[in-house]
């Protein structure tokens, strides 16, 4: 069976701070990755998607990136975060397109910069 | 433009009641899915359903089901009998069936059940 795992669970770091998230699946091959925020009364908001390794789309421009260095990894990073960048971190594959829908959640990051 | 109104953003009710949970939501698209999600306190989303644009039959599985109007743009969720466990944020979302673009989700209600 098909399994995400994202670490590290929570995390404070300060402002201006680098930061690492990752995300690993298993189970399945060639699955397309997103990484979502939820900001408190916000929602999710989508971040970064990848149908592919090293192909990565982004759907909000600011301080974060993303990387696909291999099929089932998924790692988001910053060089310097802000206190807005404070959330929680959710990461998602999916078999499908983006549109198609049933997405799978890891456990999320919750980070908090102070 | 796309958008999914969750106009409850808190619920709270007494166990073994019934609650239904409001989506309304907006698309040019003549063809979409629909979705409903789960986010106990653990954090993770957990999928419920998909429904497509073209099929407006209501659907039912064990407590919850699922009521979409095409003419009131809405797709509400209601949970019978709930039970404390149920307690989480809901959200409701939408995407498009012909594009390959994202999901949009509502802000989520967060539904209390009290024992």
């Known amino acids: 069976s098909q399994t995400i795992h994202q670490w590290p669970a929570t995390l404070v770091q300060p402002v201006g701070s680098p930061l690492s998230l990752e995300c690993t699946v298993e189970?399945?091959?060639?699955?397309?990755l997103y990484w979502y925020r939820q900001a408190a009364g916000r929602g999710l908001q989508l971040l970064f998607y990848?149908?592919?390794?090293?192909?990565i789309s982004s759907e909000v421009p600011q301080n974060l990136s993303a990387s696909r260095p291999q099929d089932r990894q998924f790692i988001l990073s910053s060089k310097k975060l802000l206190l807005s960048d404070s959330g929680f971190y959710l990461c998602a594959w999916s078999t499908g397109g983006a549109n198609t829908g049933e997405l799978f959640f890891g456990e999320g990051s919750r980070l908090t910069v102070l | 433009a796309q958008k999914v109104t969750q106009a409850q953003t808190e619920i709270s009710v007494v166990e073994k009641e019934d609650v239904t949970l409001d989506c309304v939501y907006e698309?040019?698209?003549?063809?979409?899915?629909l979705f409903w999600y789960k986010q106990p306190p653990s954090g993770e989303l957990v999928f419920l359903i998909r429904?497509?644009?073209?099929?407006?039959q209501n659907e039912i599985s064990g407590r919850y089901s699922w009521n979409f109007q095409k003419s009131t743009s809405s797709f509400n969720f209601t949970i019978t009998a709930s039970q404390v466990v149920d307690s989480a944020v809901y959200f409701c979302?939408?995407?498009?069936?012909?594009?390959?673009?994202?999901?949009?989700f509502g802000k989520g209600t967060r539904l209390h059940i009290l024992p």
């Open positions: 698309t040019r698209d003549t063809t979409y899915y």
């Open positions: 990848s149908v592919g390794i090293g192909q």
């Open positions: 429904r497509n644009s073209f099929d407006e």
């Open positions: 189970g399945t091959s060639n699955p397309n």
């Open positions: 979302a939408l995407s498009p069936m012909n594009r390959d673009d994202k999901i949009i």
